[in-house]
């Protein structure tokens, strides 16, 4: 039975180990970064997004020591930069939180937490948010996952921050490389109950639901094979690898990405040294 209080694919954290050098790249990307956030307190952590439509990235960095964002510095440490965790939208993160229990699992949280917004007339706002996140140790493919209740999306999904040089609109695929591929999707579709399916090329494929990005899990063999000519140094053999962001533009998309960019059949790229250890691959809408 489906979760009901979990929907689709929310946003993708991007952990970063200097949070400032990491949105300057990324504008050199030609996305269009959020002025920088301050979680509160007990979090220890900052951020900037790169807003979508329904979804988008996060860059997040680690800003004082907390026991919430232990696991963040651990994967700092040991794999480096790059796609740590996957957010869930959740309708009602405390209800949420109760459905995972009753299915025998202990969720963190729910937790509560904002930052403050400056919004584009000047005023300051705060963009608050209740989460809860599935055990540290359920992480299919070495990636963790959450749920983010946003009690304010109107100070996170700003129009004036949703339109990219780059002509990304938004995220339709988040590609986790593992040395085991169904294992690790048929442990994802347990925890969402969603059934993965087999693409052509033996990666594994689990919706997120809704209208949302989906999960594919594959080797970094099958990695190489569909964005050949890419690059890949950087990736952990296993750990979140990519992701595959729909473009209005793919003319836009070459043109802002400048130097960086890598033509890979129908996608245009960006590797993973020059973009925080996550590969960006373009395709058209």
Known sequence: MALKNVIGIDHAVIMVKDLDKAAENYRRLGFTVSPR????????TGNYTIMFDPDYMELLG??????QNAPARAFLDKRGEGIERIAFTAVDSTAGAEEIRARGLTPIGPTDFERPVTLPDGTVSA??????MWPT???PGGVRIFACQHKTRETVWIPELMKHANAAK???????ATPEPAQDAAHLGQLIDRAPKADPDGALTVASGGDRADFVYLTLEQLGKRYPGVPLAGLAECGGAALVLVSGDLAATEKALGSAAVRSGPAVCVPPAKANGTLLAFIAD
């Open 170 to 176: 938004r995220i339709k695929q988040i590609l986790i």
């Open 37 to 44: 956030g301050t979680h509160s307190a007990h979090m220890g």
């Open 62 to 67: 680690v800003l004082a020591a907390t026991d």
């Open 137 to 139: 140790a359920e992480a």
């Open 127 to 132: 963009a608050k948010f209740r989460t809860f």
